[in-house]
Nanobody, 119 residues
Framework: VQLVESGGGLVQPGGSLRLSCAAS????????MNWYRQAPGKGRELVAS????????NYADSVKGRFTISRDNVKNTVYLQMNSLKAGDTAVYYC?????????????WGQGTQVTVSS
């Protein structure tokens, strides 16, 4: 099982980045997908979620209207489009896959990608 994030980097305030997370080794379309982030000295925060078919999404209040989560179940990839970036968005961003079946939770994490918003 692998979740491989990409697309992070250094961007100026107000700029945009698009993160990708490529999944392999499991049935991607059976899993809800999440993006989390962790800033230095802080706990991990759920940023955005998308359902298995992509029909339902949810966002943290701090990113609503600026970030968009999407997925491609043919390419086994989930995306996070981040616009109007702020310094407070600086963090390591993690991709997370989760499925609950018969009371058992199956979940996987990516290794993370650094996003730095700075002038």
């Amino acid at each position: 099982v692998q979740l491989v994030e990409s697309g992070g980097g250094l961007v100026q305030p107000g700029g945009s980045l698009r993160l990708s997370c490529a999944a392999s080794g499991f049935t991607f379309s059976s899993y809800d997908m999440n993006w989390y982030r962790q800033a230095p000295g802080k706990g991990r925060e759920l940023v955005a979620s998308i359902s298995r078919a992509g029909s339902s999404t949810n966002y943290a209040d701090s990113v609503k209207g600026r970030f968009t989560i999407s997925r491609d179940n043919v390419k086994n990839t989930v995306y996070l489009q981040m616009n109007s970036l702020k310094a407070g968005d600086t963090a390591v961003y993690y991709c997370h896959a989760i499925r609950v079946s018969f009371g058992r939770t199956y979940d996987y994490w990516g290794q993370g990608t650094q996003v730095t918003v700075s002038s």
